[in-house]
């Protein structure tokens, strides 16, 4: 079975930093792009970054020179990377990968269940 968890949420003070981490195992023939949503309380969910295979990145506006994605591809990890965090960075954050299992064709998105992170004022 393929899953995703991530690590590395948490309280910080506004202007600090966190690294998240997401990891996937079982059993994984390839990985594709691996993306950071968050969500917060009473909003829409959104992408904050996105890493692809080729080592692609890009971001959304709002994180935009605060927040780095990186992968070990070794390690079938992400990182989100986020600094001088901002209390609007608030949300929980998570982890979406396209992945191929081994013993199939096919590529499906997986989910992991979220990490929190809250940043104080």
């Known amino acids: 079975q393929v899953q995703l968890v991530e690590s590395g949420g948490g309280l910080v003070q506004s202007g600090g930093s966190l690294r998240l981490s997401c990891t996937a195992s079982?059993?994984?023939?390839?990985?594709?792009?691996m993306e950071w949503y968050r969500q917060a309380p009473g909003k829409r969910r959104e992408l904050v970054a996105r890493?692809?295979?080729?080592?692609?990145?890009d971001y959304a506006e709002s994180v935009k020179g605060r927040f780095a994605i990186s992968e070990d591809s070794a390690k079938n990890t992400a990182y989100l990377q986020m600094n001088s965090l901002k209390p609007e960075d608030t949300a929980v954050y998570l982890c979406k990968a396209r992945m191929r299992p081994v013993g199939t064709f096919n590529w499906d998105d997986y989910w992991g269940q979220g990490t929190q992170v809250t940043v104080s004022s």
């Open positions: 079982g059993r994984i023939f390839a990985i594709d792009n």
């Open positions: 890493i692809s295979s080729g080592g692609t990145s």
